[in-house]
């Protein structure tokens, strides 16, 4: 159960092969000039990967959720930035338009599962983030129309997307009553901006307004008041997906500084040959076969039971945790050369913050395992 399949092995090579070709020599670059290349995007989409996790029908491999992991943290070791920005151009917000009309699956599921269109998804907004309840924006219904007023933020893909699915309350009398709209780019009383990070560089990342954004009754995606639903359906496939986003950080930082410590002497010898690089080296790759056996348990799970919100939460806190803690070391054995953004290691440690904040916060994943603890105690 625990190795991958002759097909999946596959996979993990050719999109290692494509990263190391087309996206290690250009990754210092795009970090520098915090550009994601939507070309270079397309042209991976054209492997047919983004596109593995739906149905042929629509273009797609017919895959499960271990197949997107594997293609995820295969890019996220060398360019966690890109690789972020690829799973959520094909992610959650396409995952959601598949509760769409057959009209909007052909307008806007399709051409993303087909690599041609990158979408994107609001939920954050200023005041408002793990607790999708608190939405401050507003859709109200204005004849056959609907009118969009408010913010989100830390959106990736905003400002390069070709529709953006914007959540919403729709009743601020009801708490739950939240609805997503599709927003095509450039509708008018949609603005979005540039953020200003420090980690992520090579991914999009977009603070975005609505003033009085005119939508057709045609731009609901799913049921009015329904929006909750759709989020939760598919928030524990995003969580075991974003874990194998950690990993493929961790990993990068584990093959960087392996590399180092066998090139790099002191004292006459190679730093490889301390024992205390040894151990070292030696519990880094025991907490990343640990990650990974975890994560192929969770896909299994979750594939089989989208409700399986334990398994995805342990999933990506310990991918999460293991992300920061092998950063850590894989820079503090390169010393001053983890720092430099010439070394895959200072690109990649820099990207582990994110980590912990990502699809649920840490305590956010913990109140669901512990939720689930007392709830035969209740």
Aim: aromatic letters at 10%; proline letters at 3%.
């Amino acid at each position: 159960m625990w190795h991958l399949t002759e097909e999946q092995e596959m996979i993990q090579k050719t999109v290692r092969d494509w990263a190391a070709a087309k996206l290690a020599p250009q990754a210092e670059r795009f970090e520098h000039e915090k550009h994601f290349s939507v070309e270079l995007y397309k042209e991976f989409a054209a492997l047919g990967f983004p596109g593995i996790r739906y149905p042929e029908a629509l273009g797609g491999g017919d895959g499960g959720i271990l197949d997107m992991c594997i293609w995820v943290k295969e890019l996220a070791r060398v360019l966690p930035g890109f690789a972020i920005s690829a799973s959520v151009a094909c992610g959650l917000g396409a995952k959601m338009l598949g509760y769409g009309t057959e009209a909007q699956k052909e307008r806007f599921l399709k051409p993303t599962v087909e690599g041609e269109m990158i979408g994107a998804f609001g939920l954050t907004e200023p005041n408002a983030g793990s607790d999708a309840t608190n939405l401050e924006t507003r859709a109200v219904r204005d004849g056959d129309d609907w009118v969009i007023n408010g913010a989100k933020t830390f959106i990736t893909n905003g400002n390069i997307a070709d529709y953006i699915l914007v959540s919403a309350k729709t009743d601020p009398s009801t708490k739950n009553a939240i609805s997503i709209f599709i927003v095509p780019k450039d509708t008018p009383g949609m603005t979005t901006a540039p953020i200003d990070k420090n980690c992520w560089f090579s991914s999009d990342t977009a603070l975005i307004t609505f003033d009085n954004c005119r939508l057709p009754a045609d731009a609901l995606l799913g049921p009015l008041h329904g929006g909750l639903k759709l989020l939760t359906d598919n928030l524990n496939e995003g969580r075991v997906t974003y874990a194998a986003h950690c990993y493929g950080i961790a990993e990068g930082c584990f093959d960087g500084a392996l590399e180092y410590v066998h090139q790099r002497t002191a004292f006459g010898q190679r730093i490889a040959d301390f024992q205390n690089t040894q151990f070292k080296l030696a519990e880094m790759k025991m907490k990343l076969d640990l990650a990974w056996t975890y994560i192929m348990r969770a896909a299994a799970e979750v594939e089989a039971n989208p409700d399986a919100n334990v398994t995805a939460s342990i999933c990506k806190n310990y991918a999460a945790q293991i992300s920061e803690e092998i950063a850590r070391e894989a820079r503090h054995l390169l010393g001053g050369y983890g720092c430099m953004n010439e070394y895959a290691v200072g690109r990649l440690s820099r990207d582990v913050f994110v980590a912990e904040v990502g699809e649920g916060t840490r305590e956010i994943n913990y109140r669901v395992i512990w939720k689930a603890l007392t709830r035969k105690h209740t």
